[in-house]
């Protein structure tokens, strides 16, 4: 049974950092690009982060470029993001998702996690 554990989100404040982890098992994980969603409240979820199998390649959408760095470890099948300089906009419920296709395609994720909220707020 494949899952994905979402952990780290809390409450941050303004300006502030943050680490999200994912912890996949069931899976062979170097088959698998891996990718950060995030949801927030009455908005649908959209793409954060992406990285490739190997993690050579990543890729962002614009409004966390040079805040946000997506890793992985394959060696302990994990994932991570790394979050600096957050903003309340970034306020969302964040998930982490797998797929052997690269780049992602948000809609058609094979499988996902359940999820970390991350608050931004003073």
């Known amino acids: 049974q494949v899952q994905l554990v979402e952990s780290g989100g809390r409450l941050v404040q303004p300006g502030g950092s943050l680490r999200l982890s994912c912890a996949a098992s069931?899976?062979?994980?170097?088959?698998?690009?891996m990718g950060w969603f995030r949801q927030a409240p009455g908005k649908e979820r959209e793409f954060v982060a992406g990285?490739?199998?190997?993690?050579?390649?990543?890729y962002y959408r614009d409004s966390v470029k040079g805040r946000f760095n997506i890793s992985r470890d394959n060696a302990k099948n994990t994932m991570s993001l790394q979050m600096n300089a957050l903003k309340p906009e970034d306020t969302a419920v964040y998930y982490c998702?797998?797929?052997?296709?690269?780049?992602?395609?948000?809609?058609?994720?094979?499988?996902w996690g359940k999820g970390t909220l991350v608050t931004v707020s003073a």
């Open positions: 990285i490739n199998w190997s993690g050579t390649s990543t």
């Open positions: 069931g899976l062979t994980f170097t088959g698998y690009a």
């Open positions: 998702a797998a797929d052997p296709d690269y780049p992602l395609a948000p809609y058609d994720m094979d499988y």
